[in-house]
Nanobody, 126 residues
């Protein structure tokens, strides 16, 4: 089983930026598709972004396109989420998730991922 630890969350003003990191240990990170999800107060967990283990395939939720960028460094067993132009509606706990996959595979449903981090809080203040 892979263990995931998120970091980089915090309090930021509207229009600001944050970079989240998710460090993995355990099973082969380099063969895992990775996803970022978030859950705001009183809301269901929703998809943010995903990346295949090769890095060749990425996917974003419509509301994050052009503002968020997912990337990974397999040598460091880490996946990143660069978040720019943050809005109050981006306030949530952000989770990273992992699932063994083929080189170009990724998923947008949280049900497809079997390993999860504990989450990191992102708060965007106006």
């Amino acid at each position: 089983q892979v263990q995931l630890v998120e970091s980089g969350g915090g309090l930021v003003q509207v229009g600001g930026s944050l970079r989240l990191s998710c460090a993995a240990s355990g099973r082969a990170f380099s063969r895992a598709a990775m996803g970022w999800f978030r859950q705001g107060p009183g809301k269901e967990r929703e998809f943010v972004a995903a990346i295949s283990w090769s890095g060749s395939n990425t996917r974003y939720a419509d509301s994050q396109k052009g503002r968020f960028t997912i990337s990974r460094d397999n040598a460091k067993n880490t996946v990143y989420l660069q978040m720019n132009s943050l809005k109050p509606e981006d306030t949530a706990v952000y989770y990273c998730a992992a699932q063994n996959a083929g080189p170009s595979e990724l998923w947008v449903s949280y049900r497809n991922y079997d390993a999860w981090g504990q989450g990191t809080q992102v708060t965007v203040s106006s």
